[in-house]
C-alpha cells in the first residue's frame, strides 16, 4: 500500500474568457483532467495548488491569479487507484482552486505523468473530463467569470 494522503487540490487553469486547460493522464489515456495532486506532508492546501501546478504544467501560479473556490468535495477514490494510499483508505478530501491566466499559454507537462495538452472552451472542457467533480468545478466557471 502506498502513503499518499487522502487530502488533494483541483486546480481548474483558465482564461479570462473561459477557456480551460486540461492534460491527459499517461496512466490512463482518455482521461482529461485539470490540474490535481495531493497534499505533501503539512503543506498548506495553497502551497500544494502552486506546486501541483509548477509540477504538472510548468506555470508559475505566483505569476498568475490563484484563487481558492471554496470548494470542499469528498468522494471515493477509484479502486485501480487505492493501491497509492494507506490500507482502508477508500475516500478523498479534494479542494478547488482557480487560476487565471489572461490567455492560453503552452504548459510544460510533467514527463510520465501527462501525455497531452488541450486549450478548450468551457464548455467542452466540462462534457470532456472524467471526473465529476472536476466538471462540476468547470461549469462554475461562467459565473465565477461574469459570463453570464
Not at 499517461?26 to 490535481?36: H, I, L, M, R
Amino acid at each position: 500500500m502506498g502513503t499518499k494522503q487522502p487530502v488533494s487540490v483541483l486546480v481548474v487553469i483558465h482564461t479570462v474568457d473561459g477557456q480551460v486547460l486540461l492534460i491527459e493522464r499517461a496512466d490512463k489515456p482518455g482521461y482529461w483532467q485539470s490540474v490535481t495532486g495531493s497534499r505533501e506532508g503539512s503543506e498548506a492546501l495553497l502551497e500544494t495548488a502552486r506546486r501541483e501546478v509548477l509540477e504538472e504544467t510548468g506555470l508559475d501560479a505566483d505569476q498568475h491569479v490563484l484563487s481558492d473556490w471554496q470548494l470542499h468535495n469528498r468522494y471515493e477514490i477509484y479502486p485501480h487507484w487505492r493501491h497509492r494510499y494507506p490500507a482502508g483508505v477508500t475516500h478523498n478530501d479534494e479542494y478547488v482552486f482557480g487560476l487565471q491566466l489572461d490567455k492560453p499559454q503552452p504548459v510544460q507537462l510533467a514527463p510520465g505523468e501527462h501525455t497531452a495538452q488541450q486549450w478548450l472552451p468551457w464548455q467542452q472542457a466540462a462534457a470532456l473530463v472524467f471526473s465529476p467533480s472536476n466538471a462540476a468545478a468547470i461549469r462554475l466557471l461562467p459565473s465565477r467569470l461574469g459570463l453570464v
